[in-house]
């Protein structure tokens, strides 16, 4: 068994990514900065509800010397990463591997011996990291595609704890998956895990076909009965956000003015459509250009009724499918206004950067339609902030099927990303619509969000783990 540390803790988090990242101002200074994606949003009410708990994770960079601290209240263990690793483990197979592949091979995916190696390796040394900080029969909740292997490796090296894993992108079917040369070991490495969750059912019902067919295990419904009598159990929780802080922040006076001030700045045009992504080719955002400029083009309406602001977060600018995604959107959106807008009217309004959560909320206040066109995601938490956003219970949501919230927000504007004709009718339609309909929609939505907020579904989590591991209890090290 691993040496546990003098400082045990009881809540163990495992991911990528710590909530931070150190970034190099152009000053030369160094500063801690929020890191992006919706992981860190879901996991940071989890932790802070555990007063306790630590937080391993990659801070970015290749910085080698870190020490633990704290930052606003949490408990950070930054983990180091070379420069072979973040291009082997982090750019190749966790983003050019295993992304792609899982969803839905969107972009080609690239099969790389020398990427595997750095990714074992790299799950081993979180693995241990975990194995060190964890309390006896302490909780350790692992993260994302990123680190499959780790549930598995730290059994092996603390049989004692209660392992949780959670894939928040979605899980390929099986004639996807297969493709994989490393398929066996990825499966047995989650199957670590007493619990392993995803975002919908059929994800977690691909997952057990697949440890039935590929590695022979025993299986009933979402159960997996393993050799060494352990049982896993592979089931769904739909991710969410903190509703009830956005609908607070929504609400206060500073935002509400920054919404009016944004309108103004836009020239107060008839209807504002937004988009918020990052610069990702799975997220549609070039598709879903193409239909708002064609509106225009159609005459349905002019670049004095509507513009379209699109904030493309960046993401992953050493990954060669990124560069070229962001070439290729910069060129549309300068080919879009330049043949549509006028002096001061652009018809579309781009902005490479991120934002703080209040300029996030000002955004979806000031925004009539927003416009969530993913050719497969995870969840999509930016489509359930902006109906958390709507306290008036008025804005339109256009949502493409292949998100995981579209089985939840079954009353936004569902629309096939594929189809630019049928997205083009769903955004003028969203356009269209009369306050009673969008009310309507509205309503029902913010009822779903409010009920399965991220607490919710971390407590589900944390329950069914506990039950799990339960009936395996009698196989733990006292
Ligand atoms: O939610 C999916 C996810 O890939 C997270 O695992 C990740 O932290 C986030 O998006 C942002 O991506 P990256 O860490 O590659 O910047």
Redesign the pocket.
């Known amino acids: 068994m691993a040496k546990v540390s003098p400082v045990a803790h009881d809540l163990v988090i495992v ?3 710590l909530p931070v990242d150190r970034v190099t101002l152009p000053s030369g200074r160094k500063v801690w900065r929020r ?6 949003t879901a996991i940071e009410p989890v932790m802070r509800t555990h007063g306790g708990g630590v937080w391993i994770g990659w801070p970015g960079g290749t910085g080698q010397k870190l020490r633990p601290f704290e930052d606003e209240g949490l408990s950070l263990v930054p983990m180091s990463m070379t420069q072979d690793e973040i291009e082997g483990h ?1 750019e190749g197979f ?2 050019a591997t295993l ?1 792609p592949l899982y969803h839905d091979v969107v972009a080609k995916p690239e099969f790389h011996r020398e990427w595997w190696d750095e990714y074992v390796q790299v799950n081993r040394r979180f693995a241990e990291k975990a194995a060190q900080l964890a309390a006896k029969k302490g909780t350790v909740w692992v ?4 680190l499959q292997l780790v549930p598995q490796m730290l059994r092996d090296l603390r049989p004692d704890l209660r392992i949780g894993f959670y894939l ?2 979605p899980f390929p079917p099986a004639e996807l998956f297969q493709q994989l040369p490393w398929r066996r070991q990825i499966l047995e490495g989650l199957l670590g895990a007493d619990l392993v969750g995803f975002q919908l059912p059929e994800a977690a019902a691909n997952f057990v076909r697949l440890v039935r067919q590929r590695v022979g295990h025993k299986t009933h419904r979402d159960l997996i009965y393993l050799p060494d009598g352990r049982t896993v159990r592979a089931a769904a929780f739909p991710i969410s956000i903190d509703s009830a802080g956005f609908e607070e922040l929504a609400s206060s006076p500073d935002v509400v003015d920054r919404a009016k001030a944004l309108r103004e700045a836009l020239g107060n045009p008839r209807r504002i459509f937004l988009g918020i992504d ?1 610069l990702d080719y799975t997220k549609g955002i070039y598709a879903r250009l193409r239909a708002f400029s064609e509106l225009i083009r159609d005459g349905h309406f002019d670049v004095e009724d509507a513009v379209f602001v699109q904030v493309a977060v960046p ?2 600018e050493q990954v060669e499918h990124y560069r070229i995604l962001r070439d290729d959107i910069e060129r549309l959106v300068g080919r879009i206004n330049g043949d549509l807008g006028r002096i001061g009217r652009p018809a579309i309004s781009y902005l490479h950067t991120s934002y703080p959560r209040e300029e996030m909320a000002a955004l979806y206040r000031a925004a009539d339609i927003m416009v969530v066109t993913p050719y497969r995601d ?1 969840m999509n938490l930016v489509a359930k902030e902006y109906v958390a956003c709507r306290v008036e219970e008025d804005g339109a949501l256009v949502l493409s099927e292949f998100a995981g919230a579209a089985e939840e927000l079954k009353q936004a504007w569902l629309v096939n990303p594929y189809d630019i004709n049928g997205m083009k009718a769903a955004l003028l339609e969203a356009y269209q619509a009369e306050p009673r309909e969008l009310a309507r929609r509205m309503r029902a939505m913010r009822k779903t969000i409010s009920q399965h907020d991220v607490k919710a579904w971390a407590a589900s989590f944390m329950t069914e783990l506990e039950d799990v591991s339960h009936h395996t209890k009698h196989l733990r090290p006292a």
């Open positions: 991911a990528n990514r890191s992006p994606g919706g992981l860190v982090y966790s983003n992304w993260h994302d595609y990123q928040h992108i990052r993401s992953r995870g």
